[in-house]
């Protein structure tokens, strides 16, 4: 079976920095996604890319950017961190972008102080 | 209003009994995914269903499209059951998964 990793598991930063988290998958799936969780809430799409060097963007893409350098990989950056950002940022992957199972990664906590 | 509503928001059961977890869509849902987040953060697909039912082990999801709802029976819960549910619903009209707000479950002694 593949695994899905998100690095670092915790990010911490300063109000108005730049931050990014990464993800790798092994799963050699076509779609990678970004969610964000908070508290009490369901998921909302950041972004998704279907292929390599592909974006297109989810419901909540503002004040984020993220880049598809590789199949494999799938990085997501917070342009200017706030503190009502505060959430769990959820990797995701698929083997097409629809009908199919999502598999997820442990999820990345970010801590804005 | 929230497409997908999902109930209910929290549920304790003992072990050995069991319950429903459900979903109402507010419009035509492709498809449904439900998810167990585990104590590590983990999100771990349970069902896809793109209609009708299915079952694994103590779990059996339903998924009626027409009627927009999709429910979660756990029977013979144990502890290791615990954590918080997700359903995700596949729109009709393009790739989004729209998602329930999650349950969370407790399972006693």
């Known amino acids: 079976g593949g695994i899905i990793t998100q690095t670092p598991k915790f990010l911490i930063g300063q109000e108005g920095q730049k931050l990014t988290l990464k993800c790798q998958q092994n799963f050699n799936h076509d779609t990678m996604y970004w969610y964000r969780q908070d508290s009490g809430k369901g998921l909302r799409l950041i972004y998704y890319s279907i292929t390599e060097n592909d974006l297109q963007k989810g419901d909540l893409s503002e004040g984020y950017d993220a880049s598809r350098e590789k199949k494999s990989s799938f990085s997501l950056t917070v342009t200017s961190a706030q503190k009502n950002e505060m959430a769990v940022f959820l990797c995701?992957?698929?083997?097409?972008?629809?009908?199919?199972?999502?598999?997820f990664g442990e999820g990345s906590r970010l801590i804005v102080v | 209003g929230d497409q997908v509503e999902q109930s209910p928001s929290a549920l304790s059961l003992h072990e050995g009994t069991g319950s429903a977890l459900r979903c109402n869509f507010t419009t035509t849902m492709r498809a449904v995914q439900w998810f167990r987040k585990n104590s590590r953060g983990s999100l771990i697909n349970l069902f896809y269903l793109a209609s009708g039912t299915k079952e694994n082990g103590r779990l059996k999801s339903a998924f009626d499209s027409k009627e927009r709802y999709s429910t979660l029976h756990i029977r013979d819960a144990q502890l290791e059951d615990s954590g918080t549910y997700f359903c995700?619903?596949?729109?009709?009209?393009?790739?989004?998964?729209?998602w329930g707000s999650g349950t969370k479950l407790i399972i006693k002694p």
């Open positions: 995701a992957s698929s083997i097409q972008s629809s009908g199919n199972t999502l598999y």
């Open positions: 995700a619903a596949e729109m009709d009209s393009n790739y989004q998964l729209i």
